[in-house]
């Protein structure tokens, strides 16, 4: 499984942005995919997860409710919607995957889009 995310930039507080993940490959028919992020200096910590082929999502705490995350699963296309983004949301991004729908352990990894917040 391969996954190329995109979409990252350079924003101000108060803005948006839509991350975007492609995964190619073969995949089992169910799993879970997820975004998660690392701020410099900090562990990567996850945003949202999404299951196939249900779509049930997860959030962590750290959105606050800003982000949304969706799917085009005849794409194999993930999305992470953000909005009202703040500085603190600066930290490269990464789509992942989990061969397992509870997403317990995530094999398979993006190269990370950087997403810069100022202030």
């Known amino acids: 499984v391969q996954l190329q995310a995109s979409g990252g930039g350079l924003v101000q507080a108060g803005g948006s942005l839509r991350l975007s993940c492609a995964a190619s490959g073969r995949t089992s028919s169910s799993f879970r995919m997820a975004w998660f992020r690392q701020a410099q200096g900090k562990e990567r910590e996850i945003v949202a997860s999404?299951?196939?082929?249900?779509?049930?999502?997860s959030y962590a705490d750290s959105g606050d409710g800003r982000f949304t995350i969706s799917r085009d699963s005849a794409k194999k296309m993930l999305f992470l919607q953000m909005n009202s983004l703040k500085p603190e949301d600066t930290a490269v991004y990464y789509c992942?995957?989990?061969?397992?729908?509870?997403?317990?352990?995530?094999?398979?990894w993006g190269q990370g889009t950087q997403v810069t917040v100022s202030s």
């Open positions: 999404i299951s196939w082929p249900f779509g049930s999502p």
């Open positions: 992942a995957l989990s061969v397992s729908s509870s997403g317990h352990r995530y094999e398979h």
